[in-house]
């Protein structure tokens, strides 16, 4: 499966490809959302996207994203260490299928992935 992950920190995006390439899957990376949408093509199975970035933040993309006919089905995981009732709301108010918070556990991760990807399969 492809990936993309949209992460400003350069430690977490590693952290992440490393994971996730483990899993079997092909991993591009972007630094923030503008990046993200030079990256993006209609070959992505799943965007792991960062609530908090710099030039474009995570629910503005996503937003842009799920309001596009050629991205809105691909399935968008935000990722974020906001973990208030509020911030879970906003980011499924954009359009995220799915939250999760960090410091994550990668099996946990491996495991929303694995369930996203199942419902794109359905």
Known sequence: MKILVVEDEA???QILKYNLELDGHYVTLAINGQDALDKIDDTLDL????MMMPVMGGLELCVLLKSQPGTRCIPILMLTAKTQKDDIQEALDAGADGYLTKPFEPE????????????QGE
């Open 11 to 13: 430690y977490i995006r």
């Open 47 to 50: 965007i792991l996207l960062d």
């Open 108 to 119: 946990f991760l491996s495991a929303h992935i694995e369930q996203e990807l199942k419902k």
